[in-house]
Nanobody
């Protein structure tokens, strides 16, 4: 079955960097777009970045443009999120995501999340 396992979160000071990883298994990783989402306490989950299957198209939330970089290694079935110039507002649980369309609609797959905490 589809499995997404995030890692790399932690506590970092404002201005610091972290690199998140998401190891995928159970599906043909190389043909699926992958995304990173985040959810802060008391807030809705928000889309951070998306990368298409071959990495040709990438989109970012306005709040992270110029600071975060999404990438993927299809040989390792892994998607990454390099986060630079972190600010306290980036504090959240970060989730890896992929999705597929079924006859009943969109089916999303999520990892368990990795916590990122940015101290001021």
């Amino acid at each position: 079955q589809v499995q997404l396992v995030e890692s790399g979160g932690g506590l970092v000071q404002s201005g610091g960097s972290l690199k998140l990883s998401c190891a995928a298994s159970g599906f043909m990783f190389s043909i699926y777009a992958m995304s990173w989402y985040r959810q802060a306490p008391g807030k809705e989950r928000e889309l951070v970045a998306t990368i298409t299957s071959a990495g040709a198209k990438i989109n970012y939330a306005d709040s992270v443009k110029g600071r975060f970089t999404i990438s993927r290694d299809n040989g390792k079935n892994t998607v990454y999120l390099q986060m630079n110039s972190l600010v306290p507002e980036d504090t959240a649980m970060y989730y890896c995501n992929t999705w597929t369309m079924r006859s009943t609609g969109r089916l999303d797959y999520w990892g368990q999340g990795t916590q990122v905490t940015v101290s001021s």
